[in-house]
């Protein structure tokens, strides 16, 4: 069992930045993949970044490819969100989640991931 809990949301300008933290407890993260899920209003949950917590592998989505970067620090058991150049299409809640045995080719799918957070709110508007 992971307990995971998101913070370092809020409002922003276009062109600004962000940094999302996510604390995992519960267990110890080896053979966990750790991802990053956003849900703007109406529309489905969306893959944005995940990592493998042993490997340091990272997988984005194309939409924040080059933008936003994904990262962990072992000793703290946080991963951690990196988000430059946001837009107003980026607004959305942001979900951390994790689950173990996720092989590479599902990285990217939101259903792949067990365990959840309870969502920080990102807000990009001038």
């Known amino acids: 069992q992971v307990q995971l809990v998101e913070s370092g949301g809020g409002s922003v300008q276009p062109g600004g930045s962000l940094r999302l933290s996510c604390a995992a407890s519960g267990s110890t993260l080896s053979g966990y993949t750790i991802a990053w899920i956003r849900q703007a209003p109406g529309k489905e949950r969306e893959f944005v970044a995940a990592i493998r917590w042993s490997s340091r592998s990272t997988y984005y989505a194309d939409p924040v490819e080059g933008r936003f970067t994904i990262s962990r620090d072992g000793a703290m058991n946080t991963v951690y969100l990196q988000m430059n150049s946001l837009a107003p299409e980026d607004t959305a809640v942001y979900y951390c989640?994790?689950?173990?045995?996720?092989?590479?080719?599902?990285?990217?799918?939101?259903?792949?991931?067990?365990?959840w957070g309870q969502g920080t709110q990102v807000t990009v508007s001038s």
């Open positions: 989640a994790a689950s173990s045995g996720v092989i590479s080719s599902n990285s990217y799918n939101p259903r792949a991931y067990k365990y």
